[in-house]
């Protein structure tokens, strides 16, 4: 069965950090990996995802992820955080003859101190 | 039109009663799911409809019912519940049922059972 593991439950940075979440899985075959991010009181939102392609993908808010085949692995990177990056952070995957059922990591709070 | 809308906001109801939770998309997407989170905890999948076709169910308690009136709607009848199940209730939308899609997700509707 597919999983995923977010290592750190609890990121505590200082404003102009750089920032950076581990995740990883556990499935064989073709995978499609997403980043959302969770802001206190509000919804679920994509923050990037990977399909194909350039194993580095950039998404919004200036946060990039790296694709590592041979380490199972999809990190989240930041150059420097804002206060405002305070937020739950889930890594997700999906296989693709999974039918769409997208699989959480247990997520990453990240504080950010101003 | 980007959104995923979930009414209602906020929901009570004691054991013996029954609700439903509805959720609306208008982005022409053709897979919409239920997801369960509990507090700190990631999304968990409840349901996956595609093409308004029950197309996963995760072993998911009778107690709860989905409907996919149409390709806009989807609804969760809930019946019989129990305080375990108070949690927040979300709704996702995708543009297609494969693995290939990013998921939208709506804010939520958060159950208390009493």
């Known amino acids: 069965a597919q999983s995923v593991s977010q290592h750190n439950h609890h990121v505590i940075l200082s404003e102009a950090a750089s920032l950076e979440l581990g995740c990883n899985y556990s499935?064989?075959?073709?995978?499609?990996l997403f980043w959302y991010v969770q802001y206190p009181g509000q919804h679920l939102q994509l923050l990037l995802k990977y399909f194909s392609g350039d194993p580095l993908v950039k998404g919004i808010k200036g946060f990039e992820a790296e694709f590592i085949k041979s380490k199972f692995s999809f990190n989240l990177r930041k150059p420097s955080v804002q206060w405002s990056d305070t937020a739950e952070y889930f890594c997700?995957?999906?296989?693709?003859?999974?039918?769409?059922?997208?699989?959480f990591g247990q997520g990453t709070e990240l504080s950010v101190k101003p | 039109d980007t959104e995923v809308t979930q009414t209602p906001k906020h929901l009570v109801m004691g054991m013996t009663n029954k609700k439903s939770l509805k959720c609306e998309q208008h982005m022409g997407h053709r897979a919409m799911y239920w997801y369960k989170q509990k507090a700190k905890k990631p999304p968990e999948l409840m349901f996956v409809?595609?093409?308004?076709?029950?197309?996963i169910n995760e072993s998911v308690p009778s107690r709860f019912s989905p409907e996919c009136p149409n390709s806009s709607l989807l609804n969760l009848h809930l019946h019989a519940l129990q305080p375990e199940d108070s949690a927040l209730y979300l709704c996702a939308s995708s543009p297609g049922g494969g693995g290939t899609y990013e998921q939208y997700f709506g804010p939520g509707t958060r159950l208390t059972v009493t």
């Open positions: 997700a995957v999906n296989a693709n003859n999974q039918g769409g059922k997208l699989i």
């Open positions: 409809y595609s093409y308004e076709k029950l197309s």
């Open positions: 499935y064989g075959g073709t995978v499609n």
